[in-house]
């Protein structure tokens, strides 16, 4: 059964960086909850994947003038309920800014910030303006991610768990000449790509208490993380030659692994609506807050910076020695 939405229920909302590659994930998970996109900012015009979502919403090229219009309707009583910020990494923090202070809470994609002190100082301006800031942490909506959850309460505490993560998403050479290669405004390969990925282990597991980098290039990180319940050996890259043969033979360039005890968990399927999963949750109260991504920002910040160890062979990605 279809349930009308009314109009008094729908929320408005604003979007910063509409032209990225993330953009159509938050302005589907908008339609799809009902609500509607009022407006929009990108430096860039090529956003006529609006069209698709909202042909009527508002466009801006200048953070200023989609700054006064989200202040202009919060007088006429139009303002928006939320700002949705797809814009580049390092833009985060100030777009979160400008979202809470023109009275809308903030819906940030992955990483939040940067730096684990920026939650800190957003946290401040959540209490100066009564807004939230809610980010998009997919994994801890998965299904399969769920019920691995859940199985292991049951379990309850058996000791520390032995996990393998292994993360390949192929990108061409425009990854690195592109603002996400620049580690001053991605935060670099671990951050960029694997802070989700991070963020479902301390939600699985437990706190970070032990961290250990083994290999750190632009294009492929590796290490070595203690948890409460787990040791995980880890691997992050964006290069396709580094594949697996039979995920290439596949034609696949993107391949995911987690291990636990030397069982595959599979959960390669099961994305598409993600984002939306989290819009919806969010809207009913039940989003996830600074405090909830707080683990894995603290965790890419110490990878980014922590000196290169040679790894013991226990704590070395079995799939490392491939790449030497």
Same mark, same amino acid.
């Given at each position: 059964?279809?349930?009308?939405?009314?109009?008094?229920?729908?929320? +408005?909302? $604003?979007?910063? %960086?509409?032209? !990225?590659?993330?953009?159509?994930?938050?302005?589907?998970?908008?339609?799809?909850?009902?609500?509607?996109? =009022?407006?929009?900012?990108?430096?860039?015009? &090529?956003? $006529?994947?609006?069209?698709?979502? #909202?042909?009527?919403?508002?466009?801006?090229?200048?953070?200023?003038?989609?700054?006064?219009?989200?202040? @202009?309707?919060? *007088?006429?009583?139009?303002?928006?309920?939320?700002?949705?910020?797809?814009?580049?990494?390092?833009?985060?923090?100030?777009?979160? *800014?400008?979202?809470?202070?023109? !009275?809308?809470?903030?819906?940030?994609?992955?990483?939040?910030?940067?730096?684990?002190?920026?939650?800190?100082?957003?946290?401040?301006?959540?209490?100066?303006? $009564?807004?939230?800031?809610? =980010?998009?942490?997919?994994?801890?909506?998965?299904?399969?991610?769920?019920?691995?959850?859940?199985?292991?309460?049951?379990?309850?505490?058996?000791?520390?768990?032995?996990?393998?993560?292994?993360?390949?998403?192929?990108? %061409?050479?425009? /990854?690195?000449?592109?603002?996400?290669?620049?580690?001053?405004?991605?935060? %670099?390969?671990?951050?960029?790509?694997?802070?989700?990925? #991070?963020?479902?282990?301390?939600?699985? #597991? !437990?706190?970070?208490?032990?961290?250990?980098?083994?290999? *750190?290039?632009?294009?492929?990180?590796?290490? /070595?993380?203690?948890?409460?319940?787990?040791?995980?050996?880890?691997?992050?890259?964006? @290069?396709?030659?580094?594949?697996?043969?039979?995920?290439?033979?596949?034609?696949?360039?993107?391949?995911?692994?987690?291990?636990?005890?030397?069982?595959?968990?599979?959960? &390669?399927? %099961?994305?598409?609506?993600?984002?939306? @999963?989290?819009?919806?949750?969010?809207?009913? $109260?039940?989003? #996830? &807050?600074?405090? @909830?991504? *707080?683990?894995?920002?603290?965790?890419?910040?110490?990878? +980014?910076?922590?000196?290169?160890?040679?790894?013991?062979?226990?704590?070395?990605?079995?799939?490392?020695?491939? /790449?030497?």
């Amino acid at each position: 059964m279809t349930h009308e939405i009314s109009a008094a229920n729908i929320k +408005r909302f $604003g979007l910063t %960086g509409a032209s !990225g590659y993330i953009a159509p994930r938050h302005m589907k998970a908008i339609k799809d909850t009902g609500n509607v996109l =009022t407006a929009a900012l990108d430096p860039f015009d &090529s956003v $006529g994947i609006m069209d698709s979502y #909202f042909p009527q919403c508002e466009f801006f090229t200048q953070p200023e003038k989609f700054e006064r219009y989200l202040h @202009d309707t919060r *007088r006429r009583g139009e303002g928006a309920d939320y700002v949705s910020i797809c814009s580049p990494n390092h833009m985060h923090d100030p777009h979160i *800014r400008l979202a809470l202070r023109a !009275g809308s809470d903030a819906i940030c994609e992955k990483p939040i910030v940067l730096h684990p002190g920026d939650i800190d100082a957003l946290k401040e301006v959540e209490a100066e303006t $009564g807004q939230r800031v809610w =980010t998009i942490l997919q994994l801890r909506t998965h299904a399969a991610l769920v019920a691995l959850k859940e199985r292991l309460e049951a379990e309850g505490d058996t000791g520390q768990k032995d996990v393998d993560l292994t993360y390949m998403t192929s990108r %061409g050479t425009w /990854y690195l000449r592109s603002w996400k290669g620049r580690e001053e405004e991605s935060g %670099g390969l671990a951050t960029n790509i694997g802070v989700h990925f #991070f963020d479902m282990l301390t939600w699985l #597991f !437990g706190e970070l208490t032990h961290v250990e980098v083994h290999e *750190r290039t632009p294009t492929l990180n590796a290490g /070595y993380l203690e948890l409460e319940r787990a040791r995980v050996r880890w691997l992050l890259s964006i @290069d396709e030659t580094l594949l697996p043969e039979v995920v290439r033979l596949k034609g696949q360039r993107t391949y995911r692994s987690i291990t636990i005890d030397g069982q595959e968990i599979e959960f &390669s399927e %099961g994305f598409t609506d993600l984002h939306t @999963d989290v819009y919806r949750r969010t809207l009913a $109260g039940q989003g #996830f &807050s600074l405090d @909830d991504t *707080r683990g894995a920002i603290e965790t890419v910040s110490r990878i +980014r910076t922590l000196p290169l160890v040679s790894p013991a062979p226990a704590t070395r990605s079995p799939l490392l020695s491939r /790449y030497e």
